[in-house]
């Protein structure tokens, strides 16, 4: 199997990335030094979660050249609109101490309490600031996050840029079928958040079907929630913060699931959604105005 998947506008990702979301590292820094050892070259954070500075500051500290690592960052709810998009980016790129972003992302497609007649025209606002992003060379790619067919179809309809890839919640349980679909009869790349159904005890590490599985295969439930998303072409970016997890993550290049079994995990019975849903259940979070 190829390690990178080729985007709509030509670029490669590699086919595993890491994931920053911070509510389990102990130490930020420290785990994304150790990603960086393990061979990690894509990091995915946010403006929400308080890693950007880390993710930065351990990229200058590891000695990597800032064009072999790929960052991808993301505009939350409250800095939607285009002044503060604009606001936005600065803020990030200074936390990232970086010039560039490589890709930028709207977090969510609605925001809390806006009223759904307008969250539309503020999808497209803030979309036309990205895109004067890029040509002020700040973004080099855009993507989207959480936007479902009808977010997306929102964009691909208004933009100039098209996005290149769309974070969604996959993992097995949890596959919606439908999004990924769309996204790839549109050639977005669907991208898998949560790939591991965030390690939820009976929800996903007890799931009778994926414990079947990874005795069959010999493999972790992990690293067969990681196999069966990149047989489905959707680019995972796993979360670890034990070294040994970071690589168990990315040994998962020398065995293949069979259709079948893929099939059935397409299929399986709902588990472990983090309950988290872009239309009905928006996140009531804020970005942090300390996260200067
Ligand atoms: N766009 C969005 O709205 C959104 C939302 C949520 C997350 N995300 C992104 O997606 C990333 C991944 O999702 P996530 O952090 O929610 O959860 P996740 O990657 O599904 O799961 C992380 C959990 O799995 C454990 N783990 C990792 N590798 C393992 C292995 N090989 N064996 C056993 N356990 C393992 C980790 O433990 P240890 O830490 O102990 O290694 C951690 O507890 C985030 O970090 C963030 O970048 C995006």
Redo the contacts with the bound molecule.
């Keep these: 199997m190829e390690k990178f998947y080729t985007l709509n506008d030509g670029s490669k990702l590699p086919m595993i990335g890491f994931?920053?979301?911070n509510?389990?590292?102990e130490d930020n820094k420290k785990a994304i030094l150790d990603a960086i050892e393990c061979g990690y070259r894509f990091f995915?954070?946010?403006s929400l979660?308080e890693t950007e500075r880390p993710l930065g500051t351990a990229i200058k500290e590891s000695g990597i050249a800032r064009n072999e690592v790929i960052i991808e960052t993301?505009l939350w709810i409250d800095e939607m609109g285009a002044d503060n998009a604009y606001a936005a980016l600065e803020k990030s790129l200074n936390r990232l101490r970086t010039d560039y972003i490589d890709i930028y992302m709207m977090?969510?497609p609605r925001q809390t309490g806006a009223p759904d007649e307008n969250w539309k025209e503020l999808d497209i606002e803030t979309w036309k600031a990205m895109e004067e992003m890029v040509r002020q060379g700040k973004v080099r790619r855009l993507g989207l996050?959480?936007f479902l067919p009808h977010h997306l179809k929102n964009i691909l309809e208004n933009c100039t840029i098209k996005p290149v890839v769309d974070?969604l919640?996959l993992?097995p349980g949890y596959s919606q079928e439908a999004a990924v679909a769309y996204c790839k009869a549109n050639d977005v790349l669907p991208m898998a958040?949560?790939?591991?159904?965030?390690?939820r005890e009976n929800a996903m590490i007890g799931n009778a079907i994926l414990v079947r599985l990874a005795e069959k295969y010999g493999r972790?439930i992990?690293?067969v929630n990681l196999r069966f998303l990149l047989q489905k072409g959707i680019l995972p970016?796993?979360?670890?913060?034990?070294v040994?997890?970071?690589k168990?993550?990315m040994d998962v290049f020398d065995f293949e699931l069979s259709d079948d079994d893929v099939s059935m995990l397409s299929c399986m019975p709902q588990t472990a959604w983090?309950g988290e849903h872009p239309d009905f259940v928006i996140p009531d979070r804020k970005s942090n105005p300390e996260n200067i």
């Design positions: 994931g920053t979301y509510e389990q590292f995915d954070t946010a979660y993301k977090h969510w996050s959480n974070q919640e993992h958040w949560s790939p591991l159904g965030r390690g972790t992990q690293q970016i796993p979360k670890a913060s034990s040994a997890h970071m168990a993550n983090l």
